[in-house]
């Protein structure tokens, strides 16, 4: 069986374990590599990362590849660990490591299932600095070619998409200092002696605001332990203003329980199949938050279950939300800092965050099987509490904002639903916004930056157009449960669709794929041929993805497929 996967990233490299784990020596694997490295990917490369960035997961929620982390530190050169000011001796795996160093982890562990690979016999190659610039379905022949540089095209009986995060331009390079992404972080050297924007208070943004802040400062240990900021002398009117339309910080990373998400209390698969059977074909997003959620909860925080047991799902989002909204952002930080640091020292988690991750990594694979009705709820109240708790912002990133803000030089702004951005001509970009108190303001940043994460591309922005035009592929969407609300969703101005049978359906983002990772095109029919891991065009079916555990999870998925 000839096999490509098509980018050698983190997907790739989970993709290629599963196969080299398989047990199975007929595939001819080929990986193409947009670069010269295989295993970091975008997140862990220079594409992502300076030195100063830093992992939101420590080494014991990372899933197992071929050697541990820590083992692997032991065996990292003595130069490499200094530059990143780590101590091999004194290395756990319930810290946090630079990013730039995890890539290299990654692509030790690429090179290791290589190794595996030959010794058992499996036949691979690798092709570096190769950009696969289509990929066409070959029905007749039951095949797929995958075309290189516009030219060679290679022939194959499956192929695995796992081209990883797109950060789409729209005017950054037309419009001075006007960033559409922060990455790669390299172009944010900055000398900035003015404001700078920043839309979004996410990973994301706390990745631009490391960057800047040492272009323009420096950061400062006080003998009681506490972080202080100074402003350089070149930069005295450097600041930085976070726009966030929920007046929110990500929450900060805590001690879990189970480091993988991966709860015993939680619905088996075949729960969930048997409860879709018994509702018409759905799954509702009511019956997952009862029994993923709060029936765990039961058993280890009485006190915090009883006050929640008789709660809806909107009303436990508003009661949280109304809870955090409560305190300055800062103020907040400040008591969640000491909050996990109380957790991480005592390894107790905060049991109720924890299941909020748990959920959202539960509710990620049979999304596609809500109603439109249930994911509308979902992208109204749920996911916007779920982007901020489980962020798991790490320490010493919440070290840095509270020193920032202390020193004047970071501030957030609340700017609601109805805010928007418009390019400045001249440069950066001016944010137009009413405050909590119904003034209006326009204000000209002459740096902006939009952080609000990795955006859910559409359908049309699908990079191999001739899946496009064959209509291998076709937009996601989710049938509505009732008609009545169908029809009110598209008199709303919704994107709803009607369809022949007098269906009514919700476009969501990205394309339309099976519990198998597998495509379906335009007939609702399933690929035999071709699956995808490529988050960001998948992210209507799959609103959580949860990093390497997405990579992890979905790579079973698909080597089950592929071996039956």
Known sequence: MRVAIIGGGPSGLFMFKRLVDSGETNFIITIFERKNRLGEGMPYSSEGANDEHITNVSGNEIPMLVTSLADWIRSVPKDTLDKFHIDAKRFNEYKVLPRLLFGQYLTAQFSLLQKQARDTGIN???????????????????????????????????????????????????????????????????????????????????????????????????QDGRLSYRLHDQSPNFKLVLHTRNGMLPAVRFHLEDSHLSNKSLLSKEEIAAHIAANNGFLSLDYIFEKDFKEPIKGKEREFYEHIKDMSLEEFVMAMMELRGRLDPFQLLKAEYTEAEKSIKRKESVYWKEMLGVLSFALNYPAKHLSAEDMQRLQKSLVPLISIVIAYIPQSSSEELLALHQAGVLDLIPVGEDSKVEAASEGGAIYYYTDEEGTEHSVHFNT????????????????????????????????????????????????????QSGDYYLKVSGITINDHFQVVDAYGAFNERIYIMAVPYIGGYNPDYSGLDFSEEASAKIIKRLLT
């Open 124 to 222: 691979f190659e690798v092709h570096y600095e190769s950009n696969v610039t289509d990929i066409i379905d070959w029905p007749e022949k039951e095949s797929v070619l995958v075309e290189i540089d516009h030219n060679e095209q290679v022939e194959f009986d499956q192929v695995i998409i796992c081209t990883g995060h797109n950060w789409p331009r729209k005017h950054e390079g037309k419009v001075p200092n006007y960033f559409d992404s922060p990455y790669p972080p390299v172009k944010l050297a900055l000398h900035a002696n003015h404001p700078v924007a920043i839309k979004g208070s996410s990973l994301t943004a706390v990745d631009a605001i490391r960057t800047l802040s040492r272009y323009n400062g420096s950061f400062e240990k006080k």
């Open 448 to 499: 902006y930056i939009d952080c609000v994460g990795q955006p859910h591309l559409a359908y049309e922005e699908f990079p191999f157009r001739s899946l496009l035009s064959g209509r291998t592929i076709s937009p996601a969407r989710l049938k509505f449960r009732s008609a009545e609300e169908g029809q009110k969703a598209l008199e709303e101005g919704k994107d709803v669709l009607l369809d």
